[in-house]
């Protein structure tokens, strides 16, 4: 099946990214995590991203906040794709730098983005990228999204009342 990688800039995204190894948890996938910070440990950061791929990691999720460099770099140097998840951080400009960071790579260094503070929604990408080739977690995928469905049912029959 291979792993997840969930990598962040500091301890304090921990919060944040809890959500995305939470729901890959629930999907059965296994999540490797580690703090990689961009500016505090570039040579860290360097050694991750060139051998992440040796190491049977498919999908790299990196969350950071501020300038949020750690996505992007991950993806200038790794052949895997890479989820960018901007985190709303306590030095945040209210979480536009960490937005426009992520999002705004150049040309040839794509990095996959969702919303700030959506590790959840990074965890479920993460899987289903995993799921086009492993029909065990393609299946449990469907379960989700049906359950998705039957919530906004079940809401609906609820307010008709």
């Given at each position: 099946m291979g792993k997840v990688a969930v990598i962040m800039g500091s301890t304090s995204d921990?919060?944040?990214?809890?959500?995305?190894?939470d729901i890959l948890k629930g999907f059965d996938?296994?999540?490797e995590v580690d703090i990689v910070s961009a500016h505090r440990t570039p040579e860290k950061l360097f050694e991750f991203s060139k051998t992440a791929h040796e190491k049977d990691i498919k999908v790299i999720?990196?969350?950071a906040g501020g300038a949020a460099h750690l996505p992007g770099m991950v993806a200038s140097m790794s052949p895997l794709p890479v989820i960018g998840v901007p985190v709303k951080s306590r030095n945040s400009i209210d979480?536009?730098?960490s937005v426009l960071s992520i999002l705004q790579m150049p040309?040839?260094?794509?990095v996959a983005t969702v919303a700030l503070d959506g590790a959840k929604n990074a965890g479920i990408l993460a899987a289903q990228i995993i799921g086009a080739s492993d029909k065990c977690v393609l299946d449990k995928i469907l379960v989700y999204k049906e359950g998705l469905k039957q919530k906004v049912?079940?809401?609906a029959?609820?307010?008709k009342k």
């Amino acid at each position: 099946m291979g792993k997840v990688a969930v990598i962040m800039g500091s301890t304090s995204d921990m919060p944040v990214m809890q959500e995305a190894i939470d729901i890959l948890k629930g999907f059965d996938i296994e999540v490797e995590v580690d703090i990689v910070s961009a500016h505090r440990t570039p040579e860290k950061l360097f050694e991750f991203s060139k051998t992440a791929h040796e190491k049977d990691i498919k999908v790299i999720i990196a969350g950071a906040g501020g300038a949020a460099h750690l996505p992007g770099m991950v993806a200038s140097m790794s052949p895997l794709p890479v989820i960018g998840v901007p985190v709303k951080s306590r030095n945040s400009i209210d979480g536009w730098d960490s937005v426009l960071s992520i999002l705004q790579m150049p040309g040839g260094v794509p990095v996959a983005t969702v919303a700030l503070d959506g590790a959840k929604n990074a965890g479920i990408l993460a899987a289903q990228i995993i799921g086009a080739s492993d029909k065990c977690v393609l299946d449990k995928i469907l379960v989700y999204k049906e359950g998705l469905k039957q919530k906004v049912i079940e809401g609906a029959k609820s307010i008709k009342k």
